[in-house]
């Protein structure tokens, strides 16, 4: 079976702060994929990032970054100098590949709620 | 390219009823998943269409179903609908196929009020 924490439910941070939220997950599976969304209040999920099981090389884009560690099976997200837009909730899901046949479904945590105040 | 489109925006359904929700994904996009996102539960996935097939299934009753048309635009449907089904529908499309997974691409959602 697998399983996504996010063991931060809400966040509270000052404008410029950075901010890590913390992604741990489980899985009996070698092959798998792992993404972070966010989700403002207009409800609509953004894809943010994927990552591959295979592929541990952390990643780095503008003031977001991943740091993906399968010894302590995490992901996690980091915010640098964050902003008031980032307030929003974050999601990290999921998926295992299984056959090349299977479906395509995402698990995901119970999202952490940002606030970033000015 | 337009993004996934989800109609209706919102809903408000009685107790006992039936309700059917459109997905018309990404052009190109073959596969549709279906998510129900309560304050409760959080995101949970209902099914996944591929090529007019269903490939996936989560766990939910019969009572949910689904349907994907030649052009890829999926339908789902809740019968005698519940309370409990109040939610936010999500409806994702991703170029996923064989061996291949992508990165899947949200609406923004119906929402389903119950009374």
């Known amino acids: 079976a697998q399983k996504v924490t996010q063991a931060q439910t809400e966040i509270s941070v000052v404008e410029k702060e950075d901010v890590t939220l913390d992604c741990v997950y489980e899985?009996?599976?070698?092959?798998?994929?792992l993404f972070w969304y966010k989700q403002p209040p207009s409800g609509e999920l953004v894809f943010l990032i994927r990552?591959?099981?295979?592929?541990?090389q952390n990643e780095i884009s503008g003031r977001y970054s991943w740091n993906f560690q399968k010894s302590t099976s995490s992901f996690n997200f980091t915010i640098t100098a964050s902003q008031v837009v980032d307030s929003a909730v974050y999601f990290c899901?999921?998926?295992?590949?299984?056959?090349?046949?299977?479906?395509?479904?995402?698990?995901f945590g119970k999202g952490t709620s940002l606030l970033v105040t000015p | 390219k337009a993004g996934v489109t989800q109609t209706p925006r919102y809903l408000i359904k009685t107790r006992g009823q039936q309700v059917t929700l459109s997905c018309s994904p990404i052009?190109?996009?073959?596969?549709v998943s279906w998510y129900q996102q309560t304050p409760g539960q959080g995101l949970q996935f209902l099914f996944e269409?591929?090529?007019?097939?269903?490939?996936n299934k989560g766990n939910f009753p019969g009572r949910f179903s689904g349907r994907q048309f030649s052009n890829s635009r999926s339908e789902m449907n809740v019968s005698t609908l519940e309370l409990g089904d109040s939610a936010l529908y999500l409806c994702?499309?991703?170029?996923?196929?064989?061996?291949?997974?992508?990165?899947?691409?949200f609406g923004q959602g119906t929402r389903l009020t119950v009374v």
């Open positions: 994702a499309s991703s170029a996923s196929g064989r061996g291949l997974k992508t990165e899947a691409f």
């Open positions: 899985t009996r599976d070698t092959t798998y994929y």
């Open positions: 990552r591959n099981s295979f592929d541990e």
């Open positions: 899901a999921l998926s295992e590949a299984r056959n090349s046949n299977s479906g395509y479904a995402l698990n």
């Open positions: 052009s190109g996009h073959r596969s």
């Open positions: 269409y591929f090529s007019e097939t269903q490939r």
